[in-house]
């Protein structure tokens, strides 16, 4: 049992969680991040002449959507339609401002989700693993993160008296969502039990806490997503899953005290309670739909209490939202495009993908273009690459068939330099590595999906010649042999519509999207 605390160590608790309950205020105005961002804006607004403010903002991020990822699930889509599906376009590619954004974090050129996130969120980039702080913070030692807090969009949102809302497929604590409301120098301190023992022994709230003690204006007003472990106590029974219970160890029902706070809020952890929820009669929502991360969009159909999907998470968090007589900011992700690819698995990441696209659908028809702008990016790409003259039409995540003399498909298989036919899509690294090792002579057939009696490896390679390539469980060949594959380095799209859209142009640091939003929304006056 842990000894009495000394009353130095109570006064730190209270100073510690008083200090991380209210919105963060600005640190000086000395970060180059954020002055080169502001210099941008105006650099880009110079060449486009202000129209009509930004009454609401959504930010839509494809966790891991890079632009192979983008161009092989627009494919997908259309050949599920029965088309050829290269002509396919996305909900989100048919938006009139396209941009890039660099995403290297401080000192990653290849960054993690919580370091992208926060630049989004911010507009300073920081050091990866970190939330809602500058690069002045030391990953994992708490006592750097209240110098180096930075006020996030929400919490600018909410002191202006806009309405705020996330909507993710991971839990709400996860990286991406929590980089809107959190601040901690550890993107894992999810809850009590991944806190530091110093951190904890200090009353460093967790990033669970932090989202229900969010104090900026009257609190986040909309949060679907998945998540229940880390605000239930670790004897406390999921209502889903019995035989589970939450992770928490400080004794605390984080879900009973966020309705404390919020007596005309509704808690929905289902989706029948989604879809019967009447905007016009509730007041704030916190729909945990999972224990921990929601199904992929392919599994969503054999969960047990019945999960919502993106889109429709979406279309009820704006339907929430378009209450608010001042405006909203809303920031959707589709978490679990980026999971699947660090399972190697294309299939479920595409068909992920393809839902974002839907729940970006939902959002343009529901919101009017006149008020409200809708960004879409992703916070970092993946390795899947995109390869071998397959022939027009060619599936997506088959086998490469190429064309004859002629400029007609082929019959035949592509071959390799050993005769032996490949897929489209492949992975740099990850789990679906088949080559031969001293510790496994006949490759990985444990992770790739090969039936019983495949024709074997040859030279580390295995014959595909009789393996569905399609299958959903089929994991992509990798190059180099790693347990996840890694996230990728190249800049990432932005796609634009409305208010404040045209300000989306050209190559910027990840951190520019916020100083843009910012203008879009008129907030010049804003304290840095």
């Known amino acids: 049992m842990r000894s009495a605390l000394r009353p130095a160590a109570v006064a730190t608790i209270v100073l510690v969680s008083a200090a991380c309950a209210r919105p963060a205020a600005p640190p000086p105005s000395d970060n180059d991040w954020f002055e080169s961002g502001q210099a941008a804006v105006t ?3 110079a060449l486009v002449p202000p129209g009509a403010r930004a009454r609401s903002v959504i930010l839509f991020i494809g ?5 192979s990822t ?3 699930a627009g494919i997908l889509e259309g050949q599920i339609r029965g088309e050829p599906g290269e002509g396919n376009m996305l909900a989100f590619e ?6 890039l954004a660099k995403t290297y974090s401080v000192n990653l050129q290849v960054s993690d989700s919580a370091a992208t996130a926060t630049a989004m969120c911010t507009g300073v980039k920081t050091k990866a693993y970190a939330l809602g702080v500058d690069e002045r913070v030391t990953p994992g030692d708490w006592s750097t993160v209240e110098a180096s807090r930075r006020r996030t969009l929400f919490e600018e949102a909410e002191a202006r008296g806009l309405a705020t809302g996330l909507v993710t497929t991971t839990r709400v604590t ?3 969502p929590a980089a809107c409301y959190g601040h901690a120098a550890h993107r894992s301190w999810e809850d009590d039990t991944s806190l530091p023992p110093d951190a904890r022994e200090a009353g ?6 932090q989202l229900v003690e969010f104090s900026a204006g009257d609190g986040i007003d909309v949060i679907l997503g998945g998540g229940r472990a880390q605000f239930l106590r670790h004897n406390q029974l999921d209502p889903e899953r019995p035989e589970q219970t939450g992770n928490r160890l400080d004794g605390r ?14 808690f929905l952890w289902n989706r029948s309670q989604l879809a019967s929820l009447d905007p016009r009669r ?11 991360h929601l199904a992929f969009e392919a599994d969503r159909q054999d969960d047990i209490g019945g999960e919502p999907s993106l889109s429709e998470m979406t279309a009820k968090a704006i339907e929430l939202l378009q209450r608010h007589p001042s405006g909203f900011v809303l920031m959707v992700e589709g978490g679990r495009i980026d999971q699947a690819h660090h399972l190697g698995n294309a299939y479920r990441a595409l068909t992920d993908t393809i839902e974002f696209s839907h729940a970006v659908r939902a959002a343009l028809s529901l919101t009017d273009p006149r008020e409200t702008l809708i960004v879409v990016t992703a916070d970092h790409s993946h390795v899947m690459t995109m390869a071998g003259y397959p022939h027009r039409g060619n599936p997506i995540l088959g086998k490469v068939v190429s064309v004859d003399a002629g400029g007609e498909p082929d019959s035949r298989y592509l071959r390799d330099a050993l005769g032996l036919p490949f897929t489209t899509l492949s992975y740099a690294n990850g789990p679906g590595y088949t080559g031969a090792s001293p510790e496994q002579p006949e490759g990985n057939k444990r992770f790739l999906h090969l039936p019983t009696g495949y024709r074997g490896i040859a030279r580390g390679r295995p014959d595909l010649t009789a393996v569905d390539t399609t299958a959903p469980d089929y994991l992509q060949e990798a190059t180099v042999p790693t347990r996840n594959d890694t996230h990728a380095g190249e800049d990432v799209p932005i796609y634009a519509g409305g208010p404040g859209a045209e300000l989306f142009r050209g190559v910027q640091e990840q951190s520019y999207l916020f100083h843009a939003v910012i203008e879009a929304l008129g907030w010049t006056d804003r304290e840095r």
């Open 43 to 45: 650099r880009a607004r």
């Open 63 to 67: 966790d891991g959507m890079g632009l």
């Open 70 to 72: 983008v161009t092989a």
């Open 94 to 99: 048919e938006l009139p401002h396209v941009a």
């Open 174 to 176: 996860h990286a991406t």
């Open 204 to 209: 460093f709230p967790d990033l669970a806490r």
């Open 253 to 266: 029902d984080l879900i009973a005290a966020w309705q404390s706070r919020n007596p005309a809020g509704a």
């Open 282 to 292: 509730v007041g704030p929502v916190l729909g945990l739909f999972e224990s921990s």
